[in-house]
């Protein structure tokens, strides 16, 4: 398995409140994703990362932003939580130039 | 619009009879394609990918796939199914490292 670790795994928050994500991997890998799974729509690309301090906008960014300060971890904000931001995040991480995607466990995030 | 099409929401197959799951997507060129397998409550496993050369590619778990360019399509096969692959299977095409695109998914019951 690829070393991708995601914590927590489970949070339950009231909306207003900010909430950080955080996808820590040891292979050293450049690129790093994070993606949100909704039932009917798949995986969606909130924002991502080719290197340290370099982050870009996915499909679906509007109330994320996204922090990289070291090569292995990557941070998921939502400054402000909202009901519909209710989902299962997925990290992925990419190393290879076969745009092959290794993916965490998972955080399931409830925003009451 | 770049996108990606399970037209199969749920498919219900027995054990031991073949299964396919259809995969059509909608791209200006030919994009990486992958297909990825998601146990309840797991991240997502790769179970093959394409890229170029022989169309028919070989994956995990008994899986394989075939590439048809003229009907855009990556429909994954399997001879026999058993009752460990019941899941729910993405497919996923990528133009570039920033920009993976996944399908709804689809849902696969095995009946005893």
């Known amino acids: 398995d690829a070393g991708i670790t995601q914590s927590p795994r489970h949070k339950v928050t009231e909306t207003g409140t900010p909430v950080t994500l955080r996808c820590h991997q040891t292979e050293n890998h450049r690129y790093m994703y994070w993606y949100r799974q909704d039932p009917g729509h798949g995986l969606r690309l909130i924002h991502y990362s080719y290197g340290v301090k370099d982050t870009d906008k996915g499909e679906v960014s509007d109330g994320y932003s996204v922090s990289r300060s070291k090569t292995e971890d990557f941070l998921l904000t939502l400054e402000s939580a909202t009901s519909s931001q209710t989902s299962v995040y997925f990290c992925a991480i990419m190393g290879n130039p076969d745009n092959e995607q290794f993916f965490g466990p998972g955080t399931r995030l409830t925003v009451l | 619009a770049q996108s990606v099409t399970q037209p199969d929401i749920h498919i219900t197959v027995s054990e031991g009879a073949s299964l396919e799951l259809r995969c059509n997507y909608s791209?200006?060129?030919?994009?990486?394609l992958f297909w990825y397998v998601q146990s309840p409550g797991q991240g997502l496993q790769l179970l093959l990918k394409y890229f170029s050369g022989d169309t028919l590619v070989q994956g995990i778990k008994g899986f394989e796939a075939e590439f048809k360019r003229s009907q855009s399509s990556f429909n994954l096969r399997k001879p026999s199914v058993h009752w460990s692959d019941a899941a729910e299977y993405f497919c996923a095409v990528a133009i570039n490292n920033n920009d993976m695109r996944f399908g709804a998914g689809t849902r696969l019951t095995v009946k005893p």
């Open positions: 791209y200006g060129a030919t994009p990486y």
